[in-house]
């Protein structure tokens, strides 16, 4: 018996162990979906571009717009990705920060872009937006606590 019961338990730890690296892979991901969205100042940076098709060219687009658009259609699929491999819910704080600090660039007088206080307002919105979500965690499993109770006191009043 005592040999089925370590067995068991070493097989648990083998997959906890995969499911780690996994989550992992998954928070890395999760990350990158964020830092995706600066590459295109990334390489502005670097002096770095490539040939975009001539649809975007004859449109008005730059080469730096192009990048953030691409990046922007790429960066949710990086973050699905990342998801689906139970990243840790620490990682998911990059994203946040790098969309609200988007947005704000987006909703900002554009002469105050370079505002100091910019990564303040973006820090304390991303700290909002994580509680929200906390909050709507512990509602949820709050919600389900209370299910079973109920469910529980119907099993035992129907037993009787």
Same mark, same amino acid.
């Given at each position: 018996?005592?040999?089925?019961?370590?067995?068991?338990?070493?097989?648990?730890?083998?997959n906890e162990s995969k499911f780690t690296a996994t989550r992992i892979l998954g928070s890395i991901a999760i990350?990158?979906?964020?830092?995706?969205?600066?590459?295109d100042k990334i390489m502005a940076l670097f002096?770095?571009?490539?040939?975009?098709?001539?649809?975007?060219l004859l449109a008005g687009?730059?080469?730096?717009?192009?990048?953030? /658009?691409?990046?922007?259609t790429i960066s949710?699929?990086? &973050? =699905?990705?990342?998801?689906?491999?139970?990243a840790y819910s620490v990682?998911?704080?990059?994203?946040?920060?790098?969309y609200v600090l988007q947005l704000l660039f987006l909703l900002k007088d554009y002469k105050l872009i370079d505002d100091d206080? /910019?990564?303040?307002?973006?820090?304390?919105?991303?700290? &909002? =937006?994580?509680?929200?979500i906390q909050v709507i965690k512990y509602l949820q499993v709050y919600n389900i606590k209370r299910q079973i109770k109920i469910a529980k006191k119907k099993i035992l009043e129907s037993n009787e």
């Open positions: 018996m005592k040999d089925r019961v370590r067995a068991t338990a070493d097989k648990i730890l083998k990350v990158l979906s964020g830092v995706i969205l600066y590459v002096n770095y571009e490539f040939v975009i098709p001539e649809k975007f687009v730059n080469f730096q717009t192009f990048v953030w /658009l691409m990046c922007q949710p699929l990086v &973050l =699905v990705s990342g998801a689906l491999l139970r990682a998911y704080l990059v994203p946040i920060y790098c206080y /910019l990564y303040w307002y973006t820090f304390g919105m991303t700290m &909002l =937006v994580a509680f929200v």
